[in-house]
């Protein structure tokens, strides 16, 4: 039963960080009905500046926990540039002619460049992220979860619940909010929703770089981390529903769960597999995703 509870213990913390990059993925459909494919490269390029940042305030005698503190608005606000220019040279020109196929290998072309890049400024051997918190377990109950388990669930909630509390109370929030309702209305009623649709990505960047940095200390960081943890992300967004910010939640924690359970009780080498068949059963029967809503086009 302890073994159970520390497999589910520990999908949970994964789950969490592909659902907090998952959130990225439904910010911009919302707003855009567009994806950025190019999100887990997102993700590693703030955990390589989010180490770069740190190392460098370490070196200034601050103590880890110090500068992985002042490190994190450094993060923030790369993700937000970078955000912006995905949208501004991927997405923008793709949204203006109505071009599908020109946002989605825009972005993914993107994403490559990123990555070539990362791997000539950082090289491609994996780097070790100091972790801001002590590494040794703690017991509860005979399950023993690192402090910074504990950080990366409620780091990425609250990034989450900061994100919709900004949309439902603030004036600019809400732009964003009538712009995902219907887009062409809102541009009737004088909102800007092309700077909305940057703002969006520039949110949803923002989301994978603070999720790289929330990982990194518990795993290697390098140029190559972010492929595998933004295709699953995207599988979990497809599973909870693009357009429900509680679905992503859920798939991210029901992927992260089975994932362990997968490994431990049948094999690693079957690791994936459940995640991949959810996502083809709720293609099948529930396009929309289990939390989302299925949208009625007029013609």
Request: charged content about 10%; cysteine-free.
């Amino acid at each position: 039963m302890q073994v159970l509870a520390q497999l589910i213990v520990s999908g949970i913390t994964v789950g969490m960080i592909y659902g907090v990059i998952a959130f990225g993925y439904q910010l911009t459909f919302s707003t855009s009905k567009t994806l950025n494919f190019g999100q887990g490269e997102a993700l590693m390029l703030g955990a390589l500046v989010g180490l770069t940042t740190i190392n460098f305030l370490i070196g200034h005698s601050l103590g880890t926990l110090g500068a992985y503190l002042l490190m994190l608005p450094v993060v923030f606000v790369f993700g937000l540039i970078q955000g912006s220019v995905v949208e501004f040279l991927g997405v923008r020109q793709a949204i203006r002619t109505k071009s599908e196929a020109g946002w989605i290998m825009a972005t993914i072309a993107l994403g490559i460049i990123f990555k070539n890049l990362a791997e000539n400024i950082w090289g491609r051997d994996a780097l070790r992220f100091p972790s801001p918190l002590p590494e040794a377990s703690l017991n509860f109950g005979g399950v023993r979860i690192q402090p910074m388990e504990i950080a990366i669930v409620l780091g990425a909630l609250g990034l989450m619940v900061a994100v919709e509390v900004f949309n439902r109370r603030s004036i600019y929030g809400k732009a964003v909010v009538a712009t995902a309702n219907d887009r062409d209305a809102a541009g009737l009623m004088g909102i800007d929703t092309r700077l909305v649709i940057t703002f969006s990505y520039a949110l949803s960047s923002m989301a994978a770089a603070f999720a790289g940095v929330l990982v990194a200390p518990v795993t290697l960081t390098g140029a190559t981390m972010g492929a595998a943890l933004g295709l699953k992300a995207f599988a979990v967004a497809i599973i909870g529903g693009l357009s429900s910010g509680y679905g992503v939640i859920v798939g991210g924690l029901i992927l992260g769960v089975t994932e362990n359970l997968t490994g431990y009780y049948v094999s690693t080498g079957y690791k994936d597999v459940p995640g991949l068949v959810l996502l083809l059963l709720v293609l099948a029967l529930k396009p929309a995703g289990l939390f989302g809503k299925t949208a009625i086009r007029k013609v």
